[in-house]
């Protein structure tokens, strides 16, 4: 199981590594972006996009497969629940409707809640105060948005403080699943 583990340590930073490259080749592509789902309206950088939703969400779906094997059932279900958001994001455009832009903004910001959540069990299960601390991060950036999507019904700040918050979330959370397979490596070995 250890061999195993340390296996899916490599392929969590490899991912994390592929998803920076796409990600950074999409910004270079098109600096003037203030989302993601930005990324995927021009042609150009659409690839990229796709890409690197495609590492999150093979990312989400292999912690929740491989934590549901631990028996951590439920951060598992929060996992794939948060893959399956990911997978709406893609598939509604960031354009049209109001309707359909604020659905794909409940996508993404579902796609955090419910990998915030799962963190945040684990957090509790594990007794592991990084998770935790990476959870009450995304709760705290997801209330954030909701308050200034409320009150002002846009992103009201500058557009290069949206990229920041949205990018530290995604790596928080990428990092985070870094951290659950390290912190069940080290529970298996002093087993």
Request: net charge positive; hydrophobic share 55%.
């Amino acid at each position: 199981m250890k061999a195993k583990l340390a296996n899916d340590e490599f392929l969590i930073r490899a991912s994390i590594v592929f998803f920076a490259l796409n990600i950074g080749v999409a910004y270079v592509l098109y600096p003037h972006w203030e989302t993601f789902s930005h990324l995927a309206l021009q042609t150009y950088t659409l690839p990229f996009f796709l890409l690197a939703m495609g590492a999150t969400i093979f990312l989400l779906t292999h912690t929740g497969r491989r934590l549901k094997a631990q028996e951590l059932h439920k951060a598992g279900i929060t996992m794939y629940m948060s893959a399956i958001c990911v997978g709406l994001v893609v598939l509604i455009p960031y354009r049209g409707s109001n309707t359909q832009i604020a659905l794909h903004n409940l996508a993404a910001l579902l796609f955090v809640i419910f990998a915030a959540t799962g963190l945040a069990w684990l957090a509790r299960k594990l007794r592991d105060v990084i998770l935790g601390f990476s959870a009450a991060l995304q709760f705290g950036i997801c209330a954030l948005e909701l308050v200034f999507l409320a009150r002002f019904n846009e992103h009201p700040v500058y557009p290069w403080v949206w990229v920041v918050l949205q990018l530290l979330v995604t790596f928080l959370l990428l990092l985070s699943l870094l951290r659950i397979f390290s912190t069940l490596e080290d529970q298996k070995s002093t087993l």
